[in-house]
Structure formats: C-alpha cells, structure tokens
C-alpha cells in the first residue's frame, strides 16, 4: 500500500464548476500535511498547509480529517489557471524522508 | 534571491555514462533533498541533507551518490548511467528539517539510452 494514496483523475471540469480532490495516507503518526501544485513539466510549489481545523484560502479550502486518515482540498469556481496536477504531501515528524508525496491528481479545468 | 538552481535542464546519457547534476540555493537552507519523478509514481526521495557535511540515503539511493561540501550546493552524481534512471529530477531546499515549505529547482530531464 502506498504511503500517500491520490486518485490520479483526470478530472475535467467546466470553467466555474467546484472539483473536490481526495487523499489518504497510511502512518497515523504524520503530523504535517500539505497541498502542492505541479503545472505541467514545472517543479511542484507549496498550495497551501492543511490543518485539522480546515482551512481557507481564496478560492480554495482544505480538510483534514485525522481519525480516518483523510485529506481533502476543495476548489470553488474553477478558473482555467487552475489547471495542473495537485500533490498531497505529508510530513512524517522524525522521520528523515520528510516530505512524502502522492503521485498527484491532474485538473483540467475546460472554457 | 535566485531561490534553487538546477543545473542542467536537459540531458541524455548513454549506458554507463556518469555525470553531475548540479543544484544551488542562496536562502541559507539547511535541508536541501534530491527526489525523482516518475509517471504515476510521484517524487521519490534519493538522498538528502540535513546541513553541510551530512548526508543520508532516502527511498531509492542506488545508483546515486552526493556530497554536501558547503550549506549551498548539494550535487548528485550518477556513477554509471542506467536506462531505469529515465526520469525527471528535482532538487528541493527548506530552511530546515521538519520546515512546512519546500523550495524545488527547475528539474532536469534525464534520458538514459
């Protein structure tokens, strides 16, 4: 089982639309999570932190729901620059890999 | 602040060919990592380093050496080349271990032939 598990999607959305994006990780001892985004053949960049109270950013809210191991990250009225692949990363503290990523969920948000 | 530099972006190797890829970053990180990505595999840990002078081996070192001579550059060095280290390369800095933000270089694609 991977320790980051994501649905790869694609998902292709209409311009407007609300896409949700789920992921599950397998140590119940992570402590840190994490949205990342990937455009297309760039580096990943930090979206946005997870916290178990949720939280808000624009557009874009995140969810942890830490008893089941879920996090999700919900996207209101999709613009087409939201396309991109969308990493779920957890921090293991102690742990020396850090960072651990998911292999990512790919947006296309469609005019 | 030029944030992290990846050195080169493209390049392609024959079996057994080795080569440096280089990586810099002028923030004064102290965890500076290496991780390969592959097509629905997402990053992958190689090698990382927690400060000048310390390295360790992440998730899939072999084939990979490093060395962490100053706080800002981390190369990683692959000593004969392999078709199974096609992929795309990132360097990545945090001002320290256990730092929520990851800093990433450009990439370099890597063609093994």
């Known amino acids: 089982r991977k320790e980051v598990e994501q649905d790869p999607g694609p998902f292709n959305v209409p311009e407007g639309a609300t896409v949700a994006f789920n992921c599950t990780y397998s140590n119940s001892a992570s402590q840190s999570f994490f949205w990342y985004r990937q455009d297309c053949r760039k580096e990943p960049k930090l979206l946005m932190s997870?916290?178990?109270s949720g939280n808000e950013d624009g557009r874009f809210t995140a969810q942890l729901n830490r008893a089941s191991q879920y996090i999700s990250l919900l996207i209101r009225d999709s613009k087409l620059s939201d396309s991109a692949t969308y990493l779920c990363?957890?921090?293991?503290?102690?742990?020396?890999?850090?960072?651990?990523f998911g292999s990512g969920t790919q947006l296309t948000v469609l005019p | 602040n030029a944030g992290v530099t990846q050195t080169p972006k493209f390049q392609v190797l024959k079996t057994g060919q080795s080569m440096t890829l280089q990586c810099a970053q002028d923030?004064?990180?102290?965890?500076m990592s290496w991780y390969r990505q592959d097509p629905g595999m997402g990053l992958r840990l190689i090698h990382y380093?927690?400060?000048?002078?310390?390295?360790d081996q992440g998730e899939v070192p072999n084939g990979y050496n490093v060395s962490r001579s100053t706080t800002e550059d981390f190369p990683l060095r692959l000593l004969s080349a392999a078709p199974s280290q096609t992929s795309v390369y990132f360097c990545?800095?945090?001002?320290?271990?256990?730092?929520?933000?990851?800093?990433f270089g450009q990439g370099t694609r890597l063609t093994v032939v």
């Open positions: 923030m004064n990180h102290e965890y």
């Open positions: 990545a800095s945090t001002l320290e271990y256990g730092d929520r933000e990851a800093f």
């Open positions: 997870v916290y178990s």
């Open positions: 990363v957890v921090n293991l503290v102690g742990s020396a890999r850090q960072l651990t």
């Open positions: 380093s927690v400060g000048a002078g310390i390295t």
